[in-house]
């Protein structure tokens, strides 16, 4: 799961060393913890519970927190291949919300009948000691790329406000909740369910996890997927933003010319590209309002309307569609662009994603020209959508205080198990090259593409989903080169949900 956007409220030596020799903490062994399990809740039967791990694991004896962990167990236990290890991604979505007791996997999915499906919310996360800042701090965000050298200098100081008092609610954790350290939790999760091997399904940021894991303990991988990837060597913050905007814009034309070809679409008959650029022309001048209440529609809450329909085209085109010409008519039935009403009395706010991704990410940016210049640039490379709605991945840590802990490098995996890496064509979230370049950066890879648009392929495609079932449970990869069809919306649809257009985009 990644998504960020616009409001973002929400040791290269050093890494290569601790893959290359492992701390003395670690353990290979089979024998599990004693744990103490209860009922997740939900409507499947789960099991949840807590590990100790430490804050830091530098200091493995010194300061612990609990790190939930959840459990659903082999429906067939006769036939049970082991214990596989599932991440939706965020960073910062909790892994106990999302298949524990969000129904994620059905009680007839081949891998709910052979595997104990297990998962965690990441240190820094719900209930793993979450990340906690100021709520009152958190609605102030930046709500759009700067505009101005003032606007950057704010920019900068709020977030070395914010993380400052982030780190003051949050303790010492606030400075470790790095992807190094989530991968040691995750093999920490496997020594005490009693696992010499794991395997592990991981989509959008949990790919990140996967892949590090890969490489810091390949003797400890059974089999993995890693759905929709991160590319945690790109060190670029202008190649960053490039590769995501053109997968932005290639999905939108791909939206547009299923208009053209759809009777279902409530665009059809009319040219998508001409009648959304007349709405950016409007929204860029200040002059375009919802119809539902009459509130201006800037251009940056006119990407998102966008940009979130991408993820899963076969949930959410149609209802694009017509919320695309409700808002070209003024018609009042279009939903509106406000944001949800804050809960009441909430003090504090979780921010687990920009903790995490700033110790995950250094980027190099010189000053409020470096950005102008990537702003017109990236205009010039999409002239529909101008530009990725992840800029926020980018401006959210520039002034950041904690260090990063773990930068960006290329992989190096060492086994000779087979790692399926899927991708999509046209992913808003983790653009095709992204997970081409994964591939590449990992010798026993094999690459599954399907050639739709959409975030997440164990979802979006049957196809992709029956190759990555078989591989998980007969350890059997599809042949070199295999490429699964796009599928394409049918039917029409009228609203979008709110909860599908997240106010914060995240990977995943």
């Given amino acids: 799961m990644r998504r ?8 290269i030596a050093g890494a290569t060393a601790m893959v290359a020799t492992p701390a003395t903490a670690e353990t290979t062994t089979a024998k599990p913890a004693s744990l103490s399990w209860h009922d997740c809740g939900g409507t499947q039967k789960s099991d949840c519970t807590t590990i100790k791990v430490p804050v830091d694991w530098a200091k493995p004896k010194g300061t612990t927190f609990d790190l939930a962990v959840g459990r659903l167990p082999a429906l067939d236990p006769k036939h049970r291949i082991g214990v596989l290890l599932v991440n939706p991604g965020g960073p910062g979505v909790s892994g106990i919300d999302y298949y524990m007791t969000g129904g994620f996997f059905k009680d007839d999915n081949v891998l709910r009948q052979r595997f104990d499906i297990v998962s965690w919310d990441p240190r820094g996360v719900e209930r793993s000691h979450p990340v906690q800042c100021s709520q009152d701090l958190l609605g102030k965000a930046p709500t759009d790329f700067p505009n101005s050298a003032a606007a950057y200098k704010s920019l900068l100081a709020y977030n070395a406000e914010l993380g400052a008092d982030c780190r003051a609610h949050t303790g010492p954790l606030f400075d470790h909740v790095d992807t190094v350290s989530t991968i040691r939790d995750m093999d920490a999760i496997r ?47 202008y190649r960053y933003l490039e590769t995501a905007t053109r997968d932005f814009e290639s999905s939108f034309n791909a939206f547009a010319d299923w208009c053209a070809r759809t009777s279902g679409c409530a665009l059809h008959g009319k040219d998508v590209r ?11 001048k200040g002059t375009l309002t919802d119809p539902a209440n009459g509130a201006k529609i800037d251009a940056n809450a006119l990407r998102d309307v966008a940009f979130s329909p991408m993820y899963r085209p076969g949930e959410r085109w149609a209802a694009l569609a017509t919320r695309l010409a409700a808002l070209a008519n003024g018609n009042p039935t279009a939903r509106t662009l406000a944001s949800p009403a804050r809960p009441a009395h909430a003090d504090l706010g979780e921010n687990s994603y920009q903790a995490i991704w700033c110790q995950d990410w250094k980027w190099q940016v010189s000053g409020y020209s470096e950005l102008q210049r990537y702003r017109k640039s990236l205009a010039k490379i999409a002239p529909h959508t101008r530009m990725s709605q992840f800029w926020s991945d980018i401006t959210s840590c520039l002034g950041w205080p904690s260090k990063v802990t773990n930068p960006q490098h290329r992989l190096s995996v060492r086994t000779s198990t087979p790692i399926l890496v899927t991708a999509s ?7 095709h090259v992204w997970s081409t370049a994964v591939a590449k950066q990992i010798p026993s890879a094999r690459l599954l593409q399907y050639d739709g648009v959409g975030h997440g392929d164990y979802r979006n495609s049957p196809c992709a989903k029956g190759y990555i079932e078989t591989y998980l449970t007969a350890l059997k990869v599809p042949p070199a080169g295999t490429h699964c069809a796009a599928v394409w919306p049918t039917g029409a649809a009228t609203t979008i949900k709110a909860a599908e257009e997240p106010s914060r985009p995240v990977h995943s």
């Fill in 425 to 431: 064509k046209y992913d808003v979230a983790t653009p």
């Fill in 4 to 11: 960020m956007t616009a409001a973002m409220a929400a040791l």
């Fill in 274 to 284: 001409a009648l959304w650029d007349g709405l950016y022309a409007k929204a860029e």
């Fill in 191 to 237: 020594a005490a369910l009693g696992e010499r091997k794991l395997s592990y399904l991981g989509g959008s940021y949990g790919t990140q996890i996967g892949q590090q894991y890969a490489e810091r303990f390949p003797g400890r991988v059974r089999a993995m997927t890693i759905d929709s990837n991160m590319d945690h060597s790109i060190t670029s913050a």
